[in-house]
DNA sequence: GCCAACGTTGGC
DNA sequence: GCCAACGTTGGC
């Protein structure tokens, strides 16, 4: 799962415990959270758009999915007006603090892993937020912490 | 700040 | 249902 430093990070989840992962207006996004996430599945937590993009370490889903009530907030900007509480368009979970990598594991370092090839986060242009992880590349970037 | 790569919107 | 225009993400 990726987020904006600057937004939430690895530390603020750190000092919250946990985070209602709300406001993602994606659909790829929301069909993982709503169809693929199980309680305990472990994250990979990715630092996107600063200046060393970077998975910093790991999180853990800790819901079942439901609703996002932001959907519903009509002073968010991530308010939807097509969305209803009968059919709620936008799903999410909450994520809790697993722990802080002892050092970011660069996007650049991460590049050069030929065992890496393939992954949905190289991909050029990729914009998609959260995106599945498979066990073999877990496990490698795991080694490289 | 640039730009690639999508996703979304809306006219037809 | 197609597709052009537009908006957003996010690395560089």
Partial sequence: MKSEPDVYSIDDLHRDGREMWDSIRNYQARNMMRDDMRIGDEIFFYHSSCKVPAIVGISRV???PYPDPVQFDKTSRYF???SS???PRWILVDVEFVRKFDRAITLTELREQPGLDGMILMR???R???MPVSDEHWDLILTLE
Avoid: T, V
Wanted: one cysteine or more; aromatic letters at 0%; proline letters at 7%.
């Fill in 62 to 64: 800790c819901s079942e």
């Fill in 80 to 82: 939807d007006p097509k």
């Fill in 85 to 87: 509480k009968d059919s």
């Fill in 124 to 126: 050029r242009g990729n």
């Fill in 128 to 130: 998609l937020s959260i």
